[in-house]
């Protein structure tokens, strides 16, 4: 499941990006001919949105636009929401996307240009790009890889949210391979592209909360309370009360900027730095350290209230040989086999 942030501003951590990869393989036979993998040469790989009768979220529910409704609408005004990863910046002319990934600036309903995209000039088309909310036109895989035998299409921009705005964390996508000689469609198989905006700030940073809580330091931020109780107002005054907090511990000034933040432009994403992305700062500890070294040393007592010292900041948990436990709590529970979601195709 890929995670995404619920809005791209002020700050983004996980931006619309999820990745198929589908082997096409030939059918042998008994005693004769082994089963084959087909690569680009045989087959275009094609993916499109595909619906479930049976979905629990409700009958036709399909995702083929990450685009807001009213087209051209951006996330706090419109009647479907999907995403701001593609809204004008209060009026710049620059999208949030375009600000975050300096050097892009791809289309509605585009999504990030990769070294697996390099070939084709662009990132990943949602189905629907062409006419949002009536086209459903199958798109191309980015490519093939021989190193691992499958196609990949990296980055469709995809959010959980659906057609009708209903919230569906599993859509589908149909994956297709087309014989290259005859345009044949060879095979069908459905898959889903699991995507959650669950990644929320707001339990803890909302202001009066524990992790906004202005009276808990010496001269601390002041933080601010949502617009309103709406969710987007909610996340958003979360995730400034935030960067307050960064701004007064590492004297930072991300709110006197007011520009969309990346976190992965510092701290590194190694989600995004393997695909090209940017490579974060070399001298500063990675997004997932900074993320849970902290917040998983986090102390409370006895009525769930943060434990503080005399300044009001948190005290952390710090064991001994804090990575040695930390590797041994991960042998003990971790898999040795790397999960990788994949959809095959069996061509008859």
Known sequence: MHCADLGSYPFNILPPFNTINAYAIKKGSIGANKPLILDASSVAMRYSAASNPNDPVGPGSINSTSQNYPLGSSLADATIRKTDFWDDFQNTGSTIASLLFPGLDPLPDEGLLTLDNIDQGHGRFMPGIRDPYVANDPQAFSKFIPATGWHTAQGIP?????????????????IQAIDNQTGQVLATTDAVAPVSAEVDCRDCHTAGKVGANSTARNNGPQFIAPASTDRLDVELAAKKNILMLHDFKHNTDFIQQ????????CHRSNALASVGGPAGDPTIKN???VMHGFHGRLQTNANGELLRDFQGEPILIDPPQQDQAIALILSATMSPWKKIVSSAILVK
């Open 287 to 289: 997004m997932s350290n």
């Open 258 to 265: 007011d520009k969309p933040v990346l976190c992965a432009g």
């Open 158 to 174: 995809l959010t959980n949210v659906d057609d009708s705005g209903r919230l569906n964390s599993y859509p589908l996508l149909r």
